[in-house]
């Protein structure tokens, strides 16, 4: 049975990053300065969701955590476990047990492989057994709600929300204690969307899954989230539960942002 | 041409109730050409934008929007795009436009902006030069008088420096602001409708506001009537008079907002308007839709929706579905819509 540790709080504090850009031979290089010291934590099983406005360095952040990007500064640590910090070499990314979803299903399966093989990818690095691998891919592909025979078909086959569940199944059969959702419900009708934000609740309750939710849609966030991080040009503004950020703001762009949301 | 646009009021309260509605479309079918074969994608919608009006097509991909968009537009060609039924500009007949009438209407009294601005400003051109370009093809205002329409246009869309904006090139502009150029353009030749296309879709909340409010007081200033497409229930709750939902190229909910949202009898509006996220009380879900929205090359006879609707019964299958007047503005394509 896939299971998750429970127990890892996730820290990170004052993680930075900038950009250097060369604007071609005599232009000067620009920086972009894409986050400037964000410190947060995440309890176990807590459903944590990021917002801020197009560029503010949501996916920047997202990418640093599961070590996709190299941080300039800062650490971050995993249920006591460092996973960078000052003084010592990044963890890479397969040993962070922590995993990530896209927002694009389509571009991130490939064509050409079978859905178990590209879910089982992960495990066959690892050394895992074929016969055990394929029991896992089945019981993943259980867990988020498809049949077992999808193992033997192509992504092609399948509905964006079909492939959003099969790259949420591959980031789970690694076991991680994180989940990293970057924008993974924004491509997907609307009648899909709830399907799989409904999963992702079932999945912190069933496996206790931790999971950090970046969105751009706040009323996405009062649905799932436990706790909301507000990011506004690199820095984190606002932090806190859900209810408490979005019925009190006390930044001055949070409640821009709060009031600029249409409410049916 | 009686289609030009000085012959009507400036403040936009000529929403009478006998005036020709602006658009009309009666019966339209659209028919995409693959081959040798014809695949119906839009079945039969009817649907009437008044002078002055906020009309909001919504609807989940692929359900026709787009195509009903482009096909009041003409911005196909007729040898992959087959129009059945009727569209009705200001009571004349758009199917049956020569296309020389077409291309003057396109950009003049009709307008249209899309989700993705780039698409249609020229990235080689400044943004003022491009407004002057449609001002040149469609009125005859001299040098001077089109520099002042430009500067009132970029003035218009909240450009504090219009003369600044106006020399600068698309990729100098973020997003919001480039979404407000091509407002400034769509709105040049003071069009009678303006069609816009999941134009917020791809920015960010807060400049959504405020592109949203500048087409609400442009609509006001000069009487615009607004085709608006949107998947956002919500965005179309705010701004709608008058909502159509669709659902695989069907018509199935159409009538006021205050109906159509606020009291919906159509099981797919309702089923969709319990898809929208929010706040959850006591950790109760949302229900959703199961299943997937189907595509146009697999649907059957009956209701579209009676795969992932709660209501069916084997009659959905089989019959043609009937639409139901549920008052003289209000109408639903279903056998059981909630009364
Ligand atoms: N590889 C890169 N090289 C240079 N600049 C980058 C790179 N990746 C991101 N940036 C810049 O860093 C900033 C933060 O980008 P990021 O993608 O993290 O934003 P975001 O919050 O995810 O935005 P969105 O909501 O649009 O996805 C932006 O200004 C972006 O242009
Ligand atoms: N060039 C094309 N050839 C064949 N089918 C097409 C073509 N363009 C669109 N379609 C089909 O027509 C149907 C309607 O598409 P349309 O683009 O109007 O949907 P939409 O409601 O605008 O969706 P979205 O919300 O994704 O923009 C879809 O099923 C689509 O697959
Ligand atoms: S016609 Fe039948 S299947 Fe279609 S929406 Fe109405 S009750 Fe549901
Ligand atoms: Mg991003
Ligand atoms: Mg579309």
Known sequence: MIQTSQTATMSARDVCKTFHRSNGWFAKPSETRALQGVSFDVEPKEIFGIVGESGCGKSTLARVLVGLENQDSGSLSLGGRKLFGPGMADVPPVKRGIQMVFQDPYASLNPRMQVGEAIAEGLAISGMARSEREDRVAETLSLVGLSPDAAQKHPFQFSGGQRQRICIARALVMEPEFLVADEAVSALDISVQMQILNMLLDLRDRIGLSIIFITHDISVVEYLCDTVMVMYGGKAVERGKTADVLDNPQDSYTQTLISSVPRL | ???????????????????????????????????????????????????????????????????????????????????????????????????????ALRGGAISMIFQEPMTSLDPLMPVGRQIEETLELHSDLNRRQRAERIETLLTDVRFAEPAKVAAMFPHELSGGMRQRAMIAMALANNPQLLIADEPTTALDVTIQREVMEIIQRLRRKYGLSVLFISHDLSLVHQYAERVGVLYGGVLMEAGPERDVIGRSAHPYTQALLNCAPGRRVAGERRRGIGGTVPSPRDWAPGCRFRDRCERADAACANSEIPVKDLSPEWRAKCLRPTE
């Open chain 2, 1 to 103: 041409m009686t289609l030009s646009s000085d012959t009507r009021p400036a403040d936009g309260t000529i929403a009478g109730q006998n005036a020709a509605p602006v658009l009309s479309a009666r019966n339209l079918s659209l028919y995409i050409r693959e081959g040798r074969n014809r695949i119906r994608i839009v079945s039969d919608v009817s649907f009437e934008i008044a002078a002055g009006e906020f009309f909001a097509l919504v609807g989940e991909s692929g359900s026709g929007k787009t195509m009903i968009a482009r096909s009041i537009m003409r911005l196909l060609p007729a040898s992959m795009l087959e129009i059945e039924g009727d569209l009705e500009f200001c009571g004349k007949s758009l199917t049956s436009l020569p296309e020389n009438r077409m291309r």
